[in-house]
């Protein structure tokens, strides 16, 4: 199995822009997690999804962030517009759902906000 | 969730065990003790978790105390891979993952 696939690797763009973030699960996982780090604030979670149904997105940051699974093996995080403050590292990480808190993560999608 | 406390860092030589401690005094009966590191430039990475009993698997062995208020993460003889900030994290079934400071392992030649 290839693990959790992301796409872009890297991204720069310009404050206003619309950034999308792409995510494929491994292949017989049911639970989709994306999380964001910067080194202020450590790993965060931002929201997770069971069988594509959005569970928790207490942790998006604000209505500039929205996540989707348009099917049981892909996700994509957007923000719309983008800021500055959101230049991070972003990780999706998948799982059984019977077993969310054994996660495996993605090598992370590089956001830099100009 | 449990809050869990962990050394800022350890060193360790190549080829020798790392031991890893994690206190977790207030631990409550239905929470698992998980273990993740996340090396330089990577995604976190799953090692192993456990609940009472001692673990092991082919990356680390977990040792929880009796009382369940502590534990130890062991990797057995270190290599300069094993470099990287390991977490200890402690939590319910269905529980969300929250990822503390960690301990920053270096492993010298």
């Known amino acids: 199995d290839a693990g959790v696939i992301q796409s872009p690797r890297h991204e720069v763009t310009e404050m206003g822009q619309e950034v999308t973030l792409r995510c494929k699960l491994i292949?017989?996982?049911?639970?989709l997690f994306w999380y964001r780090q910067t080194m202020m604030r450590g790993l965060e979670l931002l929201i997770y999804f069971n069988n594509n149904v959005p569970i928790d997105d207490s942790g998006m940051p604000e209505d500039r962030f929205s996540a989707k699974m348009p099917n049981a093996s892909f996700s994509t995080l957007k923000i719309q517009p983008s800021e500055p403050r959101d230049s991070a590292v972003y990780f999706c990480a998948s799982s059984h759902r019977d077993r969310q808190e054994t996660q495996y993560f993605g090598p992370g999608t590089r956001l830099l906000v100009l | 969730d449990a809050k869990t406390t962990q050394p800022p860092s350890m060193d360790c030589a190549e080829g020798r065990a790392a031991n890893l401690p994690c206190n977790h005094s207030t631990i409550s009966g239905n929470e698992y003790v998980y273990w993740y590191r996340q090396i330089h430039s990577q995604g976190p990475q799953y090692i192993i978790h456990g609940l009472k009993n001692n673990e092991t698997n082919e990356m680390a062995s977990l040792i929880i105390t009796e009382d369940r208020k502590s534990s130890t993460l062991i990797l057995p003889h270190a290599t300069l891979r094993d470099t990287a900030v390991y977490y200890c994290?402690?939590?319910?079934?269905?529980?969300?993952?929250?990822f503390g400071q960690g301990t920053i392992l270096t492993v010298h030649p």
């Open positions: 994290i402690v939590i319910p079934s269905y529980g969300k993952l929250t």
């Open positions: 292949s017989g996982h049911n639970s």
